[in-house]
């Protein structure tokens, strides 16, 4: 009895010593990691220091005259009503083209009108006893560090624009912000314009003006390592960005073949005069890219749609925070909203109401199930007429808004697609329609076309009553341009 109590109580003292091991040495490792996580800060902010002083120096002398530019979007004439499929399949090849690959202020402030933004938050502290910033972004809760008074800007010209510039970038505090907001767009999966936007949302509430807001936006976006802009002109500063994507429906210039996008609701009619903006490149600068890989992770408000589909309904959930995170984007190239993934949220109502129906089917039955579902689920509007202005849909935007065109409805068919069957599609952008083509296996049934020795079968989800493999015969002797985004 007694050998087994000695027994118990040395189990116990070596599993508490052990405990206590392994507490310390995940004690150490953390700590150890505390500081290499330190180090590692301080040395890539050294090397920003280091940058920003160097991009000080080009900046002086590098201003030149810029003429500015509108990039209208051409487009065709669309059907006014859905149109409807008049006869069957055929089967018959059509030709490929070309192939398009992956790539509301109307007045600011001037210095002597400094205006405080209006909802702007008082700052409040944080346990280190750092002033901080809390705001809403996209519906989530947000803080982050004050950077506290920034420079004066005496007036709008080139030396003041650099002394602005050299003197923000030295404030510990700016510095520090951006290491905030850097993690701020690795936590909420930001693509390169959503931590453009969180800059900007920042930029309110640290600057009184909008003028102002824009000068500390580009201070920002260069310390982050983009090589954006600044230009002004009749006392007034413009922000401008280069991408990756084409934008439209925006004014422009293009320095040594880039062109930088220039950030105003100016639209066609209220045209810009020439800039002056530095030629000078922040070291190592790069453009920003539009794609969307991953759902940005923001707040969440629940919006419920119903669709109508064989007489049953539907009920689908989106977020309207990534609803309003959309429309605030630009228009650009076709296929980057192709490639746009659709929201978990979304896909979990889809697969709800689909699953069930396709256990026992094949990949070609699934595809023309969903072929008519999203022929007769959604009800048909042109841009024009819905918005006044040309907008194409990321794939949740046709839960949300009561009406959708041809390129809406294609690019969510061809997610769809994608989900439920793992088929490879491409787009084809027919004058005046936007239509898709399905990888199937085998020899093809129906209109199809050859691209990179692979045949891809006409599927259009807009058509009302068209099958697979149908084509109008409006389009037969056209070729279209291929969009690709796999």
Sequence with gaps: ??????????????????????????????????????????????????????????????????????????????????????????????????????????????????????????????????????????????????????????????????????????????????IELRKKQHDMQLNDWGYYKLIEKTASLVEPSLLRQKLFTWAVLLKSGYNAKIGFANNEVYLMLPTNEEIYSSYYLTINNTPYYIQTGNNENNSLPKLHVHTANYPGGKTLSLHIDKIPQLGNSTINRQLLFRNDTIAVTCNKWLIDFYNEYPLCDIQLFFSAPLSKPVLKSLDNYFNPLFISATNRQKINLLLGF????????????????????????????????????????????????????????????????????GEPKGTFINFSGKNYTICDPTYTNAPIGYLDSKYENITPEIITFE
């Design 374 to 441: 999203v022929q007769n689920s959604f009800a048909y509007k042109t841009d024009t007429d819905q918005f006044g202005r040309e907008k194409y849909f990321f794939p949740d935007e046709l839960f949300y808004y009561p009406f959708s065109d041809c390129e809406d409805k294609s690019i969510l068919f061809s997610r769809l697609v994608k989900h439920f069957t793992g088929y490879n599609c491409i787009g084809l952008d027919f004058p005046g329609h936007v239509n898709t083509a399905v990888c199937f296996p």
């Design 1 to 178: 009895m007694t050998k087994t109590i000695l027994l118990i109580v040395s189990t116990l003292l070596f599993s508490v010593s052990a405990n206590a091991q392994i507490d310390t040495v995940a004690t150490n490792f953390q700590k150890d990691f505390n500081q290499f996580k330190q180090s590692i800060m301080q040395e890539h902010q050294q090397f920003k220091t280091q940058n920003d002083s160097v991009f000080a120096e080009f900046l002086k002398e590098s201003w030149k005259e810029f003429q500015v530019f509108y990039n209208k979007k051409q487009s065709v004439p669309k059907p006014t009503l859905q149109p409807v499929a008049k006869k069957e399949a055929t089967i018959k090849e059509i030709k490929p083209k070309t192939e398009k690959t992956d790539s509301t202020r109307t007045k600011t402030d001037t210095p002597s009108e400094i205006k405080i933004k209006s909802g702007a938050q008082m700052p409040v502290k944080n346990s280190a006893g750092k002033a901080m910033l809390q705001y809403n972004f996209y519906g989530t809760e947000t803080s982050v560090v004050n950077p506290g008074n920034l420079p004066p800007l005496q007036q709008i010209d080139a030396k003041n624009i650099e002394t602005y510039f050299e003197n923000t970038c030295n404030i510990d505090a700016v510095s520090e912000l951006v």
